[in-house]
């Protein structure tokens, strides 16, 4: 029972690290279905964390700080719109670009608002999400295997975390089930054919990004008003680029995406959970490894395990319209 009992304890430790990556991810999904190459995940996703906690803070309300780090992610979605599809700049560039003053900014304004080294304060009870516990969630927790399943795997998480998964359903329908679906995924494929059809190829990509940074504010909250309690320098550690790479691993698909990021997630659970664990053969393993491990082992499931990844063919390429 013990054995089971770490299991799960895992596999919570699964969902939760899994949530911004999920976010992220499916952000990424729906600029680049639209032809919008955005590796500015990681900056969105750190400034609507800074902006989350800092809000929060401030106006005493979890609400009030989901709903300002959405604005500024969208805002930051907006410049490299503005970049990108406006005066048609290198994708790349801008998104590296928006990564930069990201990670400058936030720890500027932190310092010049909270004076605490670029943190935010700690968030009191009321300014961040608490988790919630479902119907009988206590009653039946001693229940072998049931109980431990129902109380720490389904209850037990903050509204954010089924927002997340709610959002993958959600996603595969508006993608295949709508006509801003359609259009967006033909604007990724081929926008000289939408554009003939009448349709705003720069008004669809807008819209794509918007849907991007409301996704990444949202993972951004999450890191600074669930997991943290509060902003830190350089919070996101990089769940940007590995939600990037769990797109790529997805081959662009929503479904495929959250298994991606799960998968993700358990790596980096099972790394922190072996941390100074000695292990059979080879016996304690350096904390260092440990903690490189989730990366080290996605670029090995991405060098030889997804095969051929084709992205939506218009991706990273300005849209010119023919005169």
Known sequence: MDSFNAIVQVLDSTIRLSVPLLLACLAG?????????????????????????????????????????????????????????????????????????????????????????GRTPALQPGERFEAIAWPGAEAVRNVPILGPIYAELISGHSILVYFAFAMVPFTWWVLFRTRFGLR??????????????????????YRALICTGILTGVAGAYLSMVQNGGFVKDMTAGKGYIALAALIFAKWKPVNAMFACLLFGFLDAASIRLQGSPLPIVGKVPVQFMQALPYVLTVILLAGFIGKAIPPRAGGVPYVKER
Request: hydrophobic share 55%; net charge neutral.
């Open 184 to 205: 967006m995924r033909a604007v990724g494929e081929n926008p000289a054919a939408v554009d003939t059809a009448g349709i705003s190829v720069a008004w669809l990509r």
């Open 29 to 117: 999904l729906y600029s680049e279905r639209a032809g919008i190459f955005d590796i500015g995940l990681e900056g969105k996703m750190l400034v609507g964390a800074f902006a989350g906690a800092a809000a929060a803070s401030v106006f005493h309300s979890a609400f009030i700080g989901l709903g300002m780090a959405i604005l500024i992610s969208v805002a930051f979605a907006m410049v490299h719109g503005f970049a990108s599809i406006t005066h048609r700049g290198n994708q790349i560039v801008s998104g590296v670009a928006i990564n930069f003053v990201a990670a400058g900014s936030t720890i500027i304004l932190g310092q010049a608002w909270f004076q605490q080294g």
